[in-house]
């Protein structure tokens, strides 16, 4: 259980951290103001979902405030792959951040490295959905690479949010899908220096919200991801 399981001392020490969720979704940066999750039925609630990170899944639903802002502002052709062009983050300074982060009393940053929408924030080699498809850098960028190597600099312990859902991958729900999740775990875990903590997330794991039943192989996940950082934390909810 939750309560057996042994706090890292690192992060009993920790009392503030950053949880950054950034990707081609803060390009329109638009949700509803409705309400928190599980106040209304689930499919009324993805419909009318206040969270901008999001938006694809609002799309796919194909009605709702998300989608109706969508079709006004963009118009119907307008995919949200065509965002990708958009993100640019040609004033971002990653330094900045983290010095700002540390000012502020952060000891650990959680950055997203891929949300439900499957786009990577590293050039991953396993799909071409990421990074090196927007104009950052002239597609060379890594976000990984940047705000980890930042926050060494400070003496902040690096974490990393790997979405388990992926709504653009298409060996998704399918036993498949359990190799192309590992590869890019590998790929996190291995490149990037000594990552503290790993947060999985429960949402998209099962049919009551993205309508497949995937057979996630958690214990081969979690297996890897301690055989490549044995002092990883592991977080799924």
């Known amino acids: ?22 990707g081609i979704y803060s390009v329109p940066a638009f949700a509803p103001h409705t309400w928190e999750l599980g106040e209304v039925d689930s499919k009324e ?11 694809y899944n609002s799309l796919n639903i194909g009605k709702g405030p998300t989608y109706k802002h969508h079709i006004e502002k963009y118009g119907k052709d307008f995919k949200y792959e065509d965002f990708i062009p958009m993100w640019k983050a040609e004033n971002w300074d990653p330094k900045q951040w983290a010095e700002i982060f540390k000012e502020a009393g952060a000891e650990y940053v959680v950055l997203t490295t891929k949300h439900h929408d499957g786009f990577c924030m590293w050039p991953t080699k396993w799909t071409d959905h990421n990074i090196s498809r927007s104009p950052y850098k002239g597609g060379k960028g890594d976000l990984i690479r940047e705000v980890s190597a930042a926050c060494r600099e400070l003496d902040m312990k690096f974490c990393i949010y790997l979405s388990p859902w992926d709504m653009h991958e298409k060996s998704f729900g399918t036993e498949k899908y359990n190799d ?29 919200v993205n309508g497949k039943q995937t057979p996630f192989d958690w214990e081969r996940i979690f297996k890897k991801a301690r055989e490549l950082q044995p002092d990883l934390s592991l977080i799924h909810i």
């Not at 609630?45 to 938006?55: G, I, K, L, R, T």
């Not at 590869?183 to 009551?208: C, I």
């Open 45 to 55: 609630w993805f419909a009318d979902n206040p969270y901008a990170e999001w938006y």
């Open 180 to 208: 192309f999740y590992v590869k890019q775990l590998e790929e996190l875990l291995t490149n990037y220096g000594p990552v503290y903590l790993l947060w999985f997330d429960g949402a998209g794991v099962d049919s009551k």
């Open 1 to 22: 259980s939750v309560n057996a399981h042994t706090v890292p001392k690192w992060y009993e020490d920790c009392k503030f951290g950053i949880f950054i969720h950034w």
